[in-house]
């Protein structure tokens, strides 16, 4: 879980929809933070930046 004081502001990810609901935001780095917009007060996930594509690139080949 991501902790700190920053914010980073969150949008919805385009792998979103109706019944999965994932927030996306970057909040400088190389990090990529990750939340579920349902229970955003449980915090986010810190990814590096090469294993959020290697996750986008295993969710795109299914």
Known sequence: ???GSFEPNFRKSS???RSDRVEVAE???DD??????RNPDAG???LP????SALLGAVARG
Request: aromatic content about 10%.
């Open 49 to 52: 930046s090469p294993a959020w």
């Open 15 to 17: 792998y979103s929809d």
């Open 44 to 46: 986010h996930l810190s």
């Open 27 to 29: 909040p400088g780095g």
């Open 1 to 3: 879980m991501g902790t």
């Open 32 to 37: 990529t933070a990750v939340r579920d917009s």
